[in-house]
Structures are given as structure tokens and as C-alpha cells.
């Protein structure tokens, strides 16, 4: 019988993801970037953008729901670990991350291209990759001091090796050169490299889709075929490679831009018709039929041998394919069942998943931080059912009294803004 480890053939963290996309960037889609004259040449738009209105409230939902589960499944295998999305099909939190990441970038900073020019919205996104650049060699040190004062304290050398800091430990000259430049991650690090890789890219992906959206979705799908053909990735050190292969993820990063910018308004009639929901569904049932039978053996011998050659491994590092139809499966069904204006996303019981949602940059970083530290005390202290439920709890409540605090520091900095006759930036790593 195949093993579950080797069916999912990726890494284990579900990314822990992407990147997770920046607050601000979600938050800027309620007000348009101030025009700013430049000398690049225009190009006719190609695209429709969106209305200007409200905020879109579902993908903060779903980006705080994302880092709640990120959060818990970095922690060991319990009670609770059932409850996230990567038990029951072959998706995880990691699609939803990079998908929203690549929607809310090209939203914002498509505006922004459309009214400034290219040069002006280029810069802005270089200012975000380093941002996103900063906050990821912060969160390196910070954990990597966390692991080793653990480590030392408690004399227990398996959490270095356990989180991957070994190396850093042997030779810490060469294994930092190699963190700033992203090829050495220790556990649970892998998102935000990923997201930095394809924001880099952004700039040439909004431009060519105000060309041509349509041809440029062309050409990441054609991309992803290629690196699926010839194995294309990126190595890491010290040896093996990306656990988010770039190359084959952007599929989802582009994906969700081309979305934003009017894809997702020409499918709608598609995504709305019964046979499309119907296929959806049919597709779901099949993949937790599927996970099923890793999780009870006796289910194993109703999989027929050829499907299951066919199938496995789900490759996570690459993005099987499988993996990204049963993302499209369950956005389209929560698309069409959840509409934009659904009463409940202004509920206050919403609230702790949204604000999350809102500064998904800050609060992915101290999910991460959380983690390890609910890890030492599940292997130090008790790793029964209540502990593993309260470290849980605990963590989600930290992530969201942090991400109240940061919205009620960005709510009086804008106050003070407005009287003083500035205007909010929306491309700064706070929001404000």
C-alpha cells in the first residue's frame, strides 16, 4: 500500500503559502492610486478593471481562514489537524494564499499601471518585494534565535535538526549567504521566498496583460507544461530543491491576476452554469473519496490500480495538476454560494478571520513564531488532545488581538493623516 507521504509526494508545510498577500494591497482596491505623470509610452488597455467600491471582504475571510489552518498544521499531528482543508482533498491553504496574493497584487498595482504608467508602478512593486524581503530575513533570525535558545535551554539537539537549522549550526558564515539569498530556509519558511520570486515578475505580467490577457495566461500555462517536461526548479541549499517550485506555482500567482483584471467577469456565465457547478461537485467527491483511502486502508483495494498509477504522486513542490483543478473546484463553488454582499461578512462573528485576512503579512510571520513555540511546549509538556486544543486556541487568539491592534494603529494613523491633508499609501508594508 502506498504510503500518504508518498502520494502527496511535497513538502509537508502547506504553506504555508504562499505568500501570503499584503493587506494593504486588498485594502487599496477601495481607493484608486493618485494619477502621477511619467514618460513611458502608453498601451491601449486591454483589460476591464473593476468598479471602485467597497473592499472585498471575501478575500479577507478566506486569506484569515488560511492562516488559522496554516497555524495548525504546522503544529504535530492532533485532534485538530482534521479540521483543515488538506485532509478531505488534494488542496490546502498554500492555493488559496497565492491565488488571492496574485488577484489583490494585480488589482492594486494593475490600477496603478493603468493610471501612472509602468515605470511608477514598477518602482511601487520593487518598494513591496522589499518589503516582503525585510520581513522574511526578520522572521529568519527571529526563528532561528527562537529554535536555538531552545535548543540550548532544554539540551535537546533533535529541534535543530528537526526544524532544518542544522546547517546554520555548522557553518553559519555560508548558511546566512545563503538565506539572503533564499536558497536556505528552515521549516516553515518556504512561503514568502515564493512570493517575493513572483512579485518580481509582476511588473512583466501586468504589462503583458494589458496587452493581451488572455495570451499572457497562455503563456504561464505553456510555462508550467514546460517545467513539468524538462523539471525545471530552483536548488536550495544545501542540497535539493524549492519546496514551492516558482516556475510551476506562478500558474495560480498569474491565474488569480488575470481573474482580477477581468477573466473572472468573462467566465462568469460559465461558472454560473449547472453543468460547471455539477462537474465541480463531482470532482470534490471524488477527491475525498481518494484522501479517504489514504487514512483507511481497507478503502485502498476500491481505487483501481490504474487510476492510481495514473495519479500518484500528487506533487505539491510542482503543483499537480490534480491540486490546482481541485482549488478552480472549490473557488467556483464558493464563488456562486457566496456572494460579495452575504450579510454574515459584516458580522461580528466573521471579524477574527477578517482582520486577520486584512495584515496577512504580519500575522503570517507570527503564525510561524507561534508555531514552533506550541510545538516545544506539545514535546516538553504534554502533547495530549486538551494541550494541542489550547496552544490552538491561544495561537489563533494572539493572531487575532495582534491584527486588531494593527488595524486600530492604522485606523488613528489615518485620522492623523486625514487632518493633516495626506493621503493614505496604500503600497506601504503597514497599509498606511
Known sequence: MTSIADRLAGPSVPGAAAVPAPAAETAAAASPAAPVSTAAPKITSKISFPAVGERELRLD????????????????????????????GFSDATEIFIFISGYTAAFVYGRAMEDAGFIVATARILRRVWQIYVAHVFLFTIFLAEISYVATSFENPLYTEEMG????????????????????????????????????????????????????????????????????????YPNGFWAFNPFAWQLLFVFGAWCALGGAKRMSRILNSPVTLGICVAYLVAAFFVTLTWYIPQL????????????????????????????????????????KDWPLLK??????????????????????????????????????????????????????????????YKREADKGAARKGVRANADLAGGG
Not at 488559522?68 to 478531505?88: A, E, K
Not at 503563456?219 to 525545471?232: M, R
Not at 492510481?308 to 473546484?329: C, G, N, S
Request: with cysteine.
Open 61 to 88: 475571510l478566506f486569506r484569515g481562514l488560511a492562516l488559522w489552518l496554516i497555524f495548525i498544521d504546522h503544529l504535530p499531528p492532533n485532534l485538530l489537524t482534521w479540521f483543515t482543508i488538506r485532509n478531505y
Open 165 to 236: 537549522i542544522m546547517d546554520f549550526l555548522k557553518q553559519p558564515d555560508v548558511t546566512i549567504v545563503q538565506a539572503l539569498i533564499l536558497r536556505f530556509r528552515p521549516v516553515n519558511m518556504d512561503v514568502l521566498p515564493l512570493y517575493i520570486v513572483l512579485m518580481l515578475f509582476l511588473p512583466l505580467i501586468l504589462w503583458l496583460m494589458r496587452w493581451r490577457p488572455d495570451f499572457t495566461l497562455a503563456l504561464s500555462v505553456v510555462l508550467y507544461a514546460v517545467t513539468w517536461e524538462f523539471d525545471l526548479y530552483l536548488s536550495a
Open 347 to 408: 458580522s461580528r462573528w466573521l471579524r477574527p478571520l477578517i482582520v486577520c485576512g486584512q495584515h496577512s503579512l504580519e500575522i503570517f510571520c507570527l503564525g510561524v513564531f507561534l508555531a514552533f513555540a506550541g510545538h516545544f511546549v506539545l514535546a516538553e509538556v504534554s502533547g495530549g488532545a486538551m494541550m494541542h486544543a489550547m496552544i490552538s486556541l491561544c495561537g489563533i487568539l494572539a493572531m487575532w488581538g495582534v491584527a486588531s491592534l494593527i488595524s486600530w
Open 300 to 339: 485502498g483495494h476500491l481505487m483501481p490500480r490504474r487510476i492510481e498509477q495514473w495519479m500518484y504522486p500528487i506533487d505539491k513542490t510542482d503543483l499537480d495538476v490534480l491540486r490546482f483543478a481541485h482549488f478552480l473546484a472549490l473557488a467556483a463553488l464558493t464563488v456562486h454560494y457566496l456572494p
